[in-house]
């Protein structure tokens, strides 16, 4: 028994060690392209044929032409900013209504919203276009925000198990001491939630952040000042243009794991709580 369970053990690492290299193997090579010495893509070999860092240079301090990435990073920044907070208090304040709250047909909506979040975004992509576009909102931030935050309050599922883990009997103290439901959200459950609040912020900021499809279909203006970071690079790989900003695509992409990449490292910790907390209740 004790050599099935090493076998086993070693089989499984085994596995997770070839998945690992798998996963990192584009990632190392789009990170080793973005300090190329040549601006085309090489598939010929792996490493390029000499190393600079001309490409960051160029992306972030000599835009112009194509590659305009501080402006789309900046356009980006704010978007997903905006989208955070207002999805954020979506979030939480629709999963504090259905945990904390009891009012007529709770279960119902509960029920609904579940199945609603069944359905993938996409379906509703077209009647989102012409929507935004009959009341002026198409090649706009503004447009982009509504579309990432308006339905942020069906993803309340999570959130609202955490807060079935806040007992009630001390918000059940608050109100006899006169505290409305208002204040018993702001200086009771809140102050006590902030693994799901870090876990929610960071979810509510990753989706606009890595977006494509959505603010593609959203963005159709040529003007290149209103690109987000996805759709700038993007626009970076057409035929006409890939020989020459391969390099700086790849830099680009590189650069836009970073701010991702340092928000989960320092909020890991709750995030991980959040998430086991938040699985205890449905």
Known sequence: M????IFSRVAVNVLLLVLAVVWLIPIVWMVLNSFSTSTAMNTNHFFPDGYTIRNYIELLFNPGGTARFPTWFKNTFVIACF???ISTLFVLMTAYAFSCC???GRKSIMNFAV???MFPGVLTMVAMYFILQAIGLTDSHVGLVLVYSAGAGLGYLICKGFFDTVPASLREAAKIDGASELRVFIQIVIPMSRPIIVYTIINSFMAPWMDFVMARLMMTSKNSDLYTVSIGLFDML???RINEYFAQFCAGAALVSIPIGILFVIMQKFYVEGITGGAVKG
């Open 2 to 5: 004790k050599r099935k369970r």
């Open 238 to 240: 057409d035929k006409s």
């Open 102 to 104: 009891n009012f007529r």
């Open 83 to 85: 989208s955070c907070v």
């Open 115 to 117: 199945v609603l979040n």
